[in-house]
Nanobody, 125 residues
Framework: QVQLVESGGGLVQAGGSLRLSCAGS??????LGWFRQAPGTEREVVAA????????NYADSVKGRFTISRDIAKNTVYLQMNSLKPEDTAVYYC????????????????????WGQGTQVTVSS
């Protein structure tokens, strides 16, 4: 059974930091990513990382502030979020796919076939 279990969300003031974790189990993934969804908006990509090579890509809105990384030994992917803004408020979802896709394709939520339950991140102004 495949599982992605997120942790690390919470409430933080603008300018603060949070680190999200996502522990995966059940199979080997090709790419893991983070998406987010704010109320009334579509789910959007935040960042993705390939499991073997560690190649990363980011949404323009988070470049320079967020860092995605993985710990192969722990089968865990992280999202370090710095300089948080109120517009970063959303439910953040860990996701994974066991197929290889181009960087542009990985921005599409429909290529991912495994999802975590989501963790709320709230940034107060």
């Amino acid at each position: 059974q495949v599982q992605l279990v997120e942790s690390g969300g919470g409430l933080v003031q603008a300018g603060g930091s949070l680190r999200l974790s996502c522990a995966g189990s059940g199979r080997t993934f090709s790419t893991l990513g983070w998406f987010r969804q704010a109320p009334g908006t579509e789910r959007e990509v935040v960042a993705a990382i390939t499991w073997s090579g560690g190649s990363t890509n980011y949404a323009d809105s988070v470049k320079g502030r967020f860092t995605i990384s993985r710990d192969i030994a722990k089968n865990t992917v992280y999202l370090q979020m710095n300089s948080l803004k109120p517009e970063d408020t959303a439910v953040y979802y860990c996701t994974a796919t066991d197929r290889s896709y181009s960087a542009s394709a990985l921005r599409n939520q429909y290529v991912y076939n495994y999802w975590g339950q989501g963790t709320q991140v709230t940034v107060s102004s």
